[in-house]
């Protein structure tokens, strides 16, 4: 029996808080939406009951107009900020006011496979949930139907301090009506996070969604961020093509017929970010109608949801290959020797599990298996040489940030099986 088997399980009973998991102790002491739904897919390999309870536990959170949000605040913390009174929002239950890529639909379906027989009374309530939230994305955050998603927070992408957004945050004031006062860096090296500077424009938008009272419309007329995102939208049209998967399987056709609709067009919008020249899918900054050029890993992620021809899958992995020689762990978060390149800082470099875990369905997806397989070795025996940390310095292989991570542990379960 493989030791780390046992450590992954332990991690995530560990920090398990009641039905839900924290991403790690004291540093993220609530529910976060992404990070929940990779902990359903770890959970789904070996108790399926309780990979339901995290992602019913999220939906909790929903709110009436569908959105899901990026933290859900079941239980108070001093040890987080911005908490629940920063983001002034008015679910029963406290949460953040903006929301997170939408991993959701992809757990769910494969959470259903797993559960077997029976499993349609509990995945159904699930199904409605993500059915709405796909609808909030494709109202709230694309209402000129382009097909590509909007993010109006870094926060939403997930990569929250990624070079993607140097130019699109560099507009954003640093005034803030709220005091900030940061907690992560008396938990974590203040060197493996984002800046002052960046924490006091996260939070200047915060407080400017906050006094719309997070009408979707109004945010999107105030936003000084706005960025129509590929890696969000990617991973959207995953989880769309999962959802339609499960609208089929329960007959509810005209559904099926809805999200199909969403995917076709989200499909053809993604396919227009390639650019040839960069080997990349881009983003798009819409405030100022340009190209986001920054070479993050954001440009490969396409890969998971787009059966792409063999001449852009072969440049597309050839450019991958370039930004992952010489290091100790692919795949980095921005491309190395670049001025925005920095091995240990959050996402301005790092090699995140996650992140790898869609890359390689992707490259699965595409053809690429023995690229896949060197991906997912090099993941497995980075993790087992220095734990289940948040992330990897790709040059050194060391462990970084918050320790005993739960997406990690996820991640290796779900990459060893
Ligand atoms: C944080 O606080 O670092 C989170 O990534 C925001 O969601």
């Not at 027989?117 to 709405?132: C, M």
Request: proline share 6%; net charge negative.
């Amino acid at each position: 029996m493989n030791m780390h088997i046992d450590q992954a399980k332990r991690i995530l009973a560990q920090n398990d808080r009641g039905g839900y998991t924290v991403p790690t102790d004291r540093l993220y002491p609530f529910q976060w939406n992404w990070d929940s739904a990779f902990v359903a897919m770890g959970f789904a390999l070996y108790d399926t009951d309780r990979a339901y309870r995290e992602l019913e536990r999220l939906v909790e959170g929903q709110w009436a107009d569908g959105m899901i949000p990026h933290i859900v605040f079941h239980a108070p913390s001093e040890t987080y900020f911005p908490g629940p009174d920063v983001w002034h929002t008015k679910h029963a239950i406290p949460t953040s006011g903006i929301t997170q890529p939408p991993v959701f639909a992809i757990a769910l379906r494969k959470l259903h496979e797993a559960a077997g027989k029976g499993a349609e009374a509990r995945t159904l309530p699930l199904y409605e949930a993500a059915l709405k939230w796909h609808r909030w994305w494709y109202s709230a955050r694309d209402p000129d139907g382009t097909g590509l998603v909007a993010l109006l927070h870094p926060w939403e992408s997930g990569s929250d301090n990624s070079p993607a957004w140097d130019i699109a945050l560099a507009r954003v004031p640093t005034t803030t009506d709220t005091l900030v006062v940061r907690k992560d860096t008396g938990h974590v090296n203040a060197d493996m996070r984002p800046r002052d500077e960046d924490y006091r424009r996260f939070i200047h938008l915060v407080d400017t969604y906050a006094a719309c009272g997070w009408d979707p419309a109004k945010q999107w007329e105030k936003a000084s961020f706005k960025v129509a995102e590929i890696q969000t939208t990617a991973i959207l049209l995953k989880a769309g093509e999962d959802l339609e998967h499960l609208a089929s399987l329960f007959d509810r056709t005209e559904e099926a017929i809805e999200i199909a609709a969403f995917n076709d067009r989200t499909r053809k919008a993604l396919m227009a970010q390639w650019r040839p020249e960069l080997a990349r899918f881009v983003s798009r900054d819409l405030i100022s109608g340009e190209d986001v050029e920054a070479a993050t890993q954001a440009g490969f992620i396409p890969l998971l949801s787009l059966d792409l021809d063999k001449q852009v899958a072969d440049a597309l992995v050839s450019e991958m290959k370039a930004w992952s020689k010489d290091l100790k762990v692919a795949f980095p978060t921005t491309k190395p020797g670049i001025a925005s390149w920095e091995p240990k800082r959050y996402w301005r470099g790092p090699a995140w599990a996650i992140i790898n875990w869609l890359l390689i369905d992707g490259l699965k997806r595409n053809g690429h298996t023995a690229v896949a397989e060197e991906l997912r070795k090099s993941t497995l025996a980075a993790i087992e040489t220095e734990g289940f940390a948040e992330y990897f310095d790709p040059v050194t292989g060391q462990g970084c940030g918050g320790l005993g991570f739960s997406w990690t542990a996820a991640a290796y379960l779900w990459l060893e099986r």
